[in-house]
């Protein structure tokens, strides 16, 4: 899905800011001020969410003891661990705003259960910004209870939908990591990363169905310097969507299905959105989702951007439909104008080693527009095949420059 982008994730945060600044009638604090705490909350720079007054079983509203761990834990200096323990404990938005005096880790060996009461919310359910150096770690699971809310989703019908919380947002977030977490059920996108720098995603595990509405498994955007790797996603819309604004990002070993693919995009929806380049996406399998590897634009985008230097390397397919896709005149659910004006320009994309069957028989489709043709595109050992019957392999290409070698002489197209 990929949205939403830069200008509405900017309205959310400034939100989430104001909201910040008046809760619990507590003095606003600048930006460049550690957050208090650590006094004697915490036992030798460990803060275990039950020993401040949390919870287990599901049942009890355990939002203020996490919420005051992470103040105590982010007021310490040093080396800080926030425990959560084994059990279920549920807990309405967090707001773990930095920076931070030490260095914090989340040990999320229990389950977090996001309340399902929307009325408690005013952005996301968890919600960091402005922190260094944070891990967040352990086998536990971030369960976003979205089935009890999916209903009140309505972003299918109009632009200006009210949006739903995201699970795990990291806003302005550096040279941080989330480690063998699984984040289940989210109510919109599962995993946020916005404006940050050297993020490492990695042993991952994200579910929800694959009818569920928006539940992008991990969006970006504004960012640099992602790596996701050895994760597995099955969500019901993009498992992984790199929004404007993001450069050097590395995916490697990712399983995606369901959903709607590895996606970049989409682009053009906003005014001011920046490029997106150097993104490198390498031994990954996506299984039975809609899309394979797929960069989408708006056909009536609002902004003139660039999207290039992407490389896809050692993919497997198995009956994706889709496999690689690049959507210039993208138009969900007929809600944009089809205008044909794009301003996106794509250049200088490599498919190399993308192998395995498609459940439909366009293995390729490169629907580039007439204006901005795409160019630079390159297949090498394009080698897909259509899993049913009576259609052959085809590929079609639109307004697409390129070159391809040792491929299927039916994708050869370029």
């Not at 967090?94 to 977090?112: A, E, S, Y």
């Not at 070159?403 to 039916?410: D, I, N, R, V």
């Amino acid at each position: 899905m990929a949205f939403p982008n830069n200008a509405m994730l900017r309205a959310l945060f400034l939100l989430v800011l104001v909201c910040a600044a008046h809760a619990g009638g507590k003095a606003k604090e600048s930006s460049s001020t550690p957050a208090e705490g650590g006094g004697g909350s915490c036992d030798g720079g460990t803060c275990d969410i039950t020993k401040m007054g949390a919870t287990a079983g599901g049942k009890t509203d355990s939002t203020k003891a996490v919420q005051e761990a992470w103040t105590s834990a982010c007021g310490g200096t040093g080396k800080q661990k926030i425990m959560i323990p084994k059990g279920d404990f549920l807990v309405g938005p967090l707001n773990f705003t930095g920076p931070c005096k030490g260095d914090v880790t989340i040990q999320l060996d229990g389950n977090l259960l996001a309340s399902t009461d929307l009325s408690q919310y005013k952005a996301n359910w968890i919600e960091i910004m402005r922190v260094e150096n944070l891990v967040i770690t352990g086998k536990g699971t971030l369960d976003g209870q979205g089935p009890a809310v999916w209903s009140k989703n309505s972003c299918a019908k109009k632009y200006d939908c009210k949006i739903l919380p995201n699970s795990l947002v990291l806003d302005f977030v550096n040279n941080s990591e989330v480690s063998g977490i699984t984040l289940l059920n989210s109510k919109f996108f599962h995993m946020n990363v916005f404006q940050c720098k050297d993020i490492v995603i990695k042993d991952v595990t994200v579910t929800a169905p694959g009818d569920s509405p928006n539940t992008d498994g991990i969006h970006m955007g504004d960012s640099s310097g992602v790596s996701i790797t050895n994760t597995v996603i099955g969500v019901g819309d993009d498992c992984i969507s790199i929004g404007p604004g993001t450069t050097k990002v590395n995916i490697t070993g990712v399983t995606c299905g369901p959903g709607h693919g590895i996606s970049i995009g989409s682009l053009g929806r906003y005014k001011d959105e920046k490029d997106v380049t150097d993104i490198t996406v390498k031994d990954c399998t996506l299984k039975k989702s809609t899309n394979g590897v797929r960069i989408k634009a708006y056909e009536d985008a609002k902004s003139v951007l660039t999207a290039s230097k992407i490389h896809y390397e050692n993919i497997k397919m198995e009956d994706a439909a889709n496999p690689i896709i690049i959507d210039m005149k993208y138009c969900p659910n007929k809600i944009c104008t089809a205008s044909g004006g794009s301003k996106v320009t794509v250049k200088d994309v490599s498919f190399k080693n993308i192998t395995g069957t498609s459940s439909t028989p366009e293995a390729v489709s490169l629907l580039c527009t007439d204006k901005i043709p795409c160019s630079g595109v390159t297949m090498d050992n394009v080698n897909i095949e259509y899993s049913g019957k009576n259609n052959k392999t085809m590929a079609v290409c639109k307004n697409a420059k390129g070159s391809a070698t040792g491929c299927l002489k039916e994708l050869a197209c370029l």
